[in-house]
């Protein structure tokens, strides 16, 4: 059996493209007044917490519910709830080491206790989808990803592994891959943040999924004046998979000035194979990351994202995206109209690329325009839809399987 496509469970939801009526998230309100919000972890802020925010948005009474939780960094949108960490969370330095506590996080949302919510919503790209939940209660995942550590090989390529993890590593990625198809069974939808990750969904779950961009803050960007110079950026968290080391490569071949904004685990690998035409700047103030947005000639994402919320920022300033064409990237730039996009994830590729952009002549209207498809008023709209169809599905359902009344 195709896992997840039991008897019981709902058949797909399929959008029909018209917005939900002005009273859809009232009537949401009122028919699921108990409310729980899963994540993986609240530690960081980064573009998955953004969802969650607009799921806070939509439905303000709900409580939190996460494996490690520190609250220092979060807003008092979260800060001024009920937030239910996990046992995990006593841990001492979890907040700091959370990764490492990865093969226990399973067990961890597995033994929270959901009695008496009516509506689950899971923003999961690990383990929170896997929540026990009421049999009554309906449970929507908004899947960032299906756990990539387990299911892509290529994500880890690059991390440096000590020999005893790596003699460990592959009998503890085949039990997070066992947990992570035994938690895909749980929701009754599922929501993909692209269909990159809708088609990693069917493949690796066996599962359809709805396509609700993520929330991006599209109007922020669209008020910033554009001042293109004669840079290129990078800008994010510098770990492998993000693949920097190519633009910096990229940029010398070709002798282009690049910034690179960020830090993390792969930044001294990089920064020791740059020329002298690439500068780096580390973690920046949101003000810097406007003006470098604003000043660059395009913004450089050589790695695959799942969705990619950098290069929509990027387009909503007025700035062109040249992009390796694997994953969400793909959704949001427009090949030729709003930057370029590169086949081959190597220097020589990414090269040909800058150079075919700069023989464009590309209309920073359009440009931001284009991005206006991903803003929050349109996330919390689509996702209010697919969750009142899911609801409406769901009874429907219960209805067929109680058959007619006796008379």
């Not at 009537?27 to 802020?45: G, M, Q």
């Not at 080491?97 to 790209?125: C, E, I, Q, T």
């Amino acid at each position: 059996m195709i896992p997840g496509a039991g008897a019981c469970r709902l058949a797909p939801v399929q959008s029909d493209g018209q917005p939900p009526s002005a009273s859809t998230l009232e009537e949401l309100r009122r028919r699921f007044p108990r409310v729980a919000v899963v994540h993986d972890w609240l530690t960081i802020p980064g573009g998955s917490e953004q969802v969650v925010l607009q799921l806070l948005e939509m439905f303000p009474a709900a409580e939190l519910f996460t494996s490690v939780y520190d609250p220092a960094p979060w807003p008092a949108e979260i800060k001024e709830r009920p937030v239910h960490p996990s046992y995990l969370n006593r841990i001492p330095g979890a907040a700091r080491h959370y990764p490492k506590l990865l093969p226990l996080m399973n067990g961890a949302f597995r033994s929270f206790d959901l009695a008496g919510f009516d509506l689950v919503l899971s923003s999961s790209h690990a383990c929170a989808k896997n929540v026990r939940t009421p049999p009554a209660a309906l449970h929507v995942c908004y899947c960032h990803t299906p756990m990539r550590y387990a299911w892509d090989a290529e994500f880890l390529r690059g991390e440096e592994v000590g020999r005893i993890t790596g003699l460990l590593l592959p009998p503890l990625l085949s039990r997070l891959r066992r947990q992570d198809l035994a938690g895909a069974e749980g929701p009754d939808v599922f929501v993909a943040n692209s269909a990159h990750v809708a088609e990693r969904i069917a493949r690796y779950y066996g599962r359809s999924a709805e396509i609700v961009h993520p929330p991006i803050d599209v109007e922020h960007f669209l008020g910033l004046e554009r001042s293109p110079q004669d840079y290129y950026l990078t800008f994010g968290r510098i770990v492998p998979y993000k693949r920097v080391d190519l633009a910096v490569a990229a940029c010398g071949l070709l002798g282009r000035k690049l910034k690179v904004a960020g830090a993390g685990r792969a930044l001294g690998a990089v920064r020791a194979s740059a020329g002298k035409d690439t500068e780096f700047l580390g973690k920046v103030s949101t003000a810097e990351r406007d003006q470098l947005l604003s000043g660059a000639r395009a913004l450089l994402f050589p790695g695959e994202e799942d969705f990619g919320i950098v290069p929509v920022e990027a387009q909503a300033a007025g700035t062109p995206v040249i992009a390796y064409g694997v994953g969400g990237a793909t959704e949001s730039v427009l090949d030729g109209r709003t930057g370029v996009l590169f086949d081959e994830q190597s220097p020589g590729s990414l090269a040909a690329a800058i150079e075919r952009f700069e023989q464009l002549q590309l209309d920073g209207e359009e440009t931001r325009q284009s991005a206006t498809r991903f803003g929050q008023s349109r996330f919390r709209t689509e996702l209010a839809s697919v969750i009142e169809r899911a609801a409406q599905t769901r009874e429907a359902d219960a209805r067929e399987r109680a058959g007619p009344r006796a008379t």
